[in-house]
């Protein structure tokens, strides 16, 4: 079945920096678009960043552009997410999963503080 294991949150303080990854398994990662996604207390679930499958073409929330990173290894069925000069805003749990139609089975995602 499909699973996602996010990791690599953690508490940091505003303008510093973490690299999350995700495992994918259970289905063709090469095949898809991938994306991160997060959501913070009491607000939806937003779009965070995406690339693409084989030209790894990428795009970005426009909160989090030119701070924020998603890359990919096709073999190694892994996405990562690099986020520098982190605001307190960026505090949310990270999630990982296809784009632009997710699948039904989310990870427990990773919770990434950012506070002083």
């Known amino acids: 079945q499909v699973q996602f294991v996010e990791s690599g949150g953690g508490l940091v303080q505003p303008g510093g920096s973490l690299r999350l990854s995700c495992a994918a398994s259970?289905?063709?990662?090469?095949?898809?678009?991938m994306s991160w996604y997060r959501q913070a207390p009491g607000k939806e679930r937003e779009l965070v960043a995406r690339?693409?499958?084989?030209?790894?073409?990428?795009n970005y929330a426009d909160s989090v552009k030119g701070r924020f990173t998603i890359s990919r290894d096709n073999a190694k069925n892994t996405v990562r997410l690099q986020m520098n000069s982190l605001k307190p805003e960026d505090t949310a749990v990270y999630y990982c999963?296809?784009?632009?139609?997710?699948?039904?089975?989310w990870g427990q995602g990773t919770q990434v503080t950012v506070s002083s």
């Open positions: 999963n296809a784009y632009p139609r997710a699948f039904d089975s």
């Open positions: 259970g289905f063709t990662f090469s095949n898809y678009v």
């Open positions: 690339i693409t499958n084989i030209l790894l073409t990428t």
